[in-house]
């Protein structure tokens, strides 16, 4: 039976994206075993992009065979929603791991994740679903990263770190380590800014800038 591969999404970020997924699946795809292409809500604008079909995602849903999905949308609500809805359709999330990306020793990764090209995981963390890890990023050992988190480019975790679910991370923000008993905690839904350097833990909600990273409501009292 063929299988579908939607890469939902045909924005910018779904246009790095889909080379790596088709790197991946190079063998299915010249065999005739398997198709790939863009998968957007409501009617699309164009029949392709950068070479590929794009489908509706009622057309997507109602193929026959195996259907496979990965989200590359930014938005973290909208992954967790899209996920839910083609998971009740019978679609299956199928991660992406560019083939440059390093994962060292026994690490958990959800399914749906998105790895870009020179990403690192090093040994031992565990990783919700549908990861999104940007060019240049890094989780270190022992950490704890929930579903549908966020990195932008060039972020840097280091160990011992629990991210909760929906948190997203900008692009350049280091994370200092925690430690074993004492992890550093980013809380649900926060955002740490571009360039932060996070030294403590963030509450829930928050949004953290600058260096050392302070809530940004206390950032504008100055």
Do not use: W
Not at 37 to 50: D, R
Not at 89 to 100: C, H, K, R, W
């Amino acid at each position: 039976m063929k299988k579908y591969y939607g890469i939902i999404g045909a924005g910018g970020y779904g246009r790095e994206v889909i080379p790596l997924a088709r790197a991946s699946l190079s063998a299915s795809l010249a065999s005739g075993d398997a198709e790939l292409f863009f998968v957007v809500e409501g009617e699309g604008s164009a029949e392709t992009v950068n070479g590929f079909p794009v489908v509706s995602m009622d057309a997507f849903l109602a193929l026959p065979g195996e259907r496979y999905f990965s989200i590359a949308i930014g938005a973290s609500d909208v992954r967790e929603r899209i996920a839910r809805l083609c998971e009740d359709q019978g679609a299956m999330p199928f991660s992406v791991i560019a083939q440059n990306v390093v994962i060292l020793d026994a690490n958990e990764i959800g399914e749906g994740a998105v790895l870009s090209p020179f990403v690192t995981v090093t040994s031992n963390a565990k990783i919700g679903k549908h990861f999104h890890a940007n060019l240049y990023s890094y989780v270190a050992h022992d950490c704890m990263v929930g579903d549908f988190v966020t990195f932008a480019p060039g972020v840097k975790c280091n160990g011992n770190v629990v991210i909760e679910d929906h948190a997203y991370i900008g692009t350049g923000a280091v994370i200092k380590q925690g430690t074993s008993k004492r992890p550093l905690t980013i809380g649900r839904g926060a955002i740490v800014g571009m360039g932060a350097v996070v030294t403590k833990s963030v509450a829930p909600g928050d949004t953290v800038i600058g260096n050392p990273a302070r809530p940004l409501r206390e950032a504008l009292r100055k």
